[in-house]
């Protein structure tokens, strides 16, 4: 899928996906329930509602699967990388009246960024 036809998701699709990036293999509706169960576990995950959404985030594209014996595996066709380029084109629209600089600022105020983070942000501008 190209990045223009990827769309935003809603918040519960989007944390499915992002389990599903953290997954080396491919991975079956139960198994993936029950790691977004751990993962968040305010939010009550059951596994059918948890089926609906690998269905149609498949019919969307994000997904692939496979059936194999009474098991259906599912498999990212969207990379995170791409997605988050669709969110941060998204938030970059949004504000399109702000200053970039003034958008990161607020981005990481906080003093929540690791050291690592910074260093990373830094090289990342040096290569630009």
Do not use: H
Not at 8 to 25: Q, S, V
Not at 93 to 114: E, I, M, P, Y
């Amino acid at each position: 899928m190209s990045g223009k036809g990827i769309k935003k998701l809603p918040d519960a699709e989007f944390e499915i996906m992002r389990a599903i990036w953290r997954c080396e293999d491919a991975v079956t509706s139960p198994v993936l329930t029950e790691k977004l169960r751990v993962a968040l576990p305010d939010k009550d995950w059951k596994q059918q509602t948890v089926m609906t959404m690998l269905v149609r985030l498949e019919k969307k594209g994000f997904l692939r699967s496979e059936k194999n014996g009474k098991e259906r595996y599912y498999t990212p066709a969207v990379t995170e990388e791409e997605y988050m380029q669709v969110e941060a084109n998204s938030l970059r629209q949004r504000f399109s009246g702000a200053r970039v600089t003034g958008l990161v600022k607020s981005l990481c105020n906080g003093g929540d960024l690791s050291e690592e983070e910074i260093s990373d942000l830094k090289k990342w501008l040096d290569a630009q």
